[in-house]
């Protein structure tokens, strides 16, 4: 994978990441409790699970965009990425649905759900505790590193 | 009116922060009493503006883009975050900072000498954006024609490279290194400005992780550059460029793994800064801020040797030599702790967040992280909270704080930090 691939993948998660809908969306879950954000997905024809829906689908968009690059350079994009707060904020509601099932047609539950966006929360939490993942990490450049080299 | 500044902190109504004393020249280019080392160049930058009389001043160090922004914001001088100085309001201006705005102002009617002079001043205040409108681009006879020429397009390209960073260096594979190449090809008839550039080039591969062969290449460029320019120096410059060129040398036998070499080159570097006898400030701190990336550069030189406690003692040698520079402290940090001197470690981070930026949030951070392993996890849960509301697009600290243990003290905390990072 080239640096532009790199590139092109943070891009491409920062576009979803500050799309008006989502980032609207995202404000109101970020300000609410647990227990709503759950509730959030229990009324299939609510425009909030909907939202709900949408907000998952994001990260599971992102998963597959940085499943897209090879192990070596994922990093790049978890050093800039809160993966692992994300799926903490959003694990009210995907549980809810794993439960309820996703089909909203149909009352089987969907272990399965959000599977991507898991996946590569689990790969975010390893590369934490690798050396480079014990770095300092930001959102924003920062004017210094941890650490020196 | 002008020195407002000066005024509101004599009056006794409102004492500054820390921060704000250390890199004082930085908002309007007053000296400060103490500070670090890049700090206090700015004096220098602006004698030579001031005096023409008086050599060029350039120190080695650039400050990344971000680094103006970051120090405005965190001690709450908003108004001077701009991206020209003619934008910070005429009431807050100093003396000196209004006279480097009329420069600006006329900027067509200067000489080349003294354009470079004023880029010099803007660069070290990080005003890298307004440098690359100010500048146009030289084509290579302009260059080659005289060496004021040649500064002003090797800084306008330092500006443009530096502007561009985002993150670590070694990241920066993408860089456009065209017009610093140019500079480099100028050689001997270039000057220093052409060494300036091709060690650039060198460093910059280095780090990059430019294969051996072009490190070799770039290497011979730059020994060549630098043989014929320090043939033409004066002494002190001469063995300024020649400690500068055997520092950025080490970098290839180090890609071979030749640590012998590496030792020499890195030797050589050191005793050619130690043999600088400066003649005045201004030289005083070039020897001062020469010295300052050797020994850094020796303290990674004795981590990559497996030498932990040369690399003590060299860590601690800079944070004698630059105490109010915060990297410094963030450095002996990492070595303590490489040493597995977890409590010593969080000492000199904890020292860092006191200076402040840019180490603010990533010292605190990092002390939050020696007081974890500590198993301290209160302690730990504050430097951790302190990190993150230092740096608002925060992704370390508030995972830190998730994976504290669950307590119900510090449920509060993480539940707070789950509102709280920047989504």
Known sequence: MSIADIQNAISQSTALRTNPGYHGFMTIVHTSEPLVVAAMATNTSSVQYGNIRMAVGVWEQIAQIVGKLSAADRPQVFQCTPVSLMWKLLLPAIEKIRSAGADPSSPTASPGYAGNFEKLKDEYNAWTQTPAGKTYSTDAAQAVHAFFG | ?423
């Open chain 2, 1 to 423: 009116m002008p020195g407002t500044r000066q005024t509101e902190w004599r009056s006794g109504q409102k004492w500054p922060p820390l921060p704000e004393l250390l890199l004082r020249p930085f908002i309007d280019l007053e000296p400060c009493g103490q500070g670090p080392l890049y700090a206090r160049g700015i004096e220098q930058y602006w004698n030579a503006l001031a005096e023409e009389c008086r050599p060029q001043f350039a120190l080695q160090r650039a400050l990344p883009a971000i680094f103006r922004a970051q120090f405005l914001s965190e001690i709450g001088r908003l108004d001077d975050i701009v991206e020209d100085p003619r934008q910070v309001p005429a009431p807050l201006r100093s003396a000196r900072w209004e006279t480097l705005c009329q420069a600006i102002d006329s900027w067509h009617e200067l000489s080349a000498d003294r354009k470079c002079r004023v880029v010099l001043l803007l660069h070290a205040l990080c005003f890298y954006a307004l440098i690359s409108r100010l500048v146009f681009e030289l084509d290579d006879t302009e260059i080659a024609a005289d060496r004021c020429q040649a500064e002003l397009a090797y800084w306008w390209a330092s500006a443009r490279y530096m502007s561009n960073l985002r993150g670590r260096a070694k990241d920066y594979v993408g860089a456009d290194m065209a017009d610093i190449e140019r500079i480099a090809r100028l050689g001997r008839h270039g000057g220093p400005v052409a060494v300036n550039a091709a060690l650039k080039l060198l460093v910059h591969a280095a780090k990059t992780g430019a294969p051996a062969d072009r490190l070799r290449g770039l290497q011979a460029q730059a020994e060549q550059t630098v043989d014929a320019v320090v043939a033409e120096a004066d002494v002190f410059t001469g063995r300024l460029l020649l400690s500068r060129y055997y520092r950025a040398a080490a970098f290839v036998p180090q890609r071979q793994g030749l640590r012998a070499d590496v030792i020499r080159m890195m030797d050589l570097a050191e005793q050619y800064a130690a043999s600088l006898i400066p003649s005045d400030d201004a030289q005083e701190l070039l020897y001062l801020e020469n010295l300052h990336p050797v020994l850094e550069s020796r303290t990674k030189e004795a981590l990559w040797l497996g030498d932990l406690d040369l690399a003590l003692s060299r860590a601690r040698s800079v944070v004698d030599l630059d105490p109010y520079d915060p990297r410094t402290w963030l450095e002996l940090g990492e070595v303590r702790s490489r040493r597995g001197e977890i409590a010593e470690a969080a000492e000199s981070y904890a020292v860092a967040a006191t200076l402040g930026p840019p180490a603010s949030a990533i010292a605190r951070h990092m002390a939050g992280t020696c007081y974890r392993d500590l198993g301290q996890p209160m302690l730990a849960g504050f430097f951790f909270k302190e990190a993150a509301e230092a740096d608002g697009r925060a992704i370390s600290p508030h995972d830190a704080i998730q994976a504290l243990p669950d307590v119900p003290v510090i449920a509060a905390l993480k539940a707070w930090s789950l509102r709280s990072f920047s989504f």
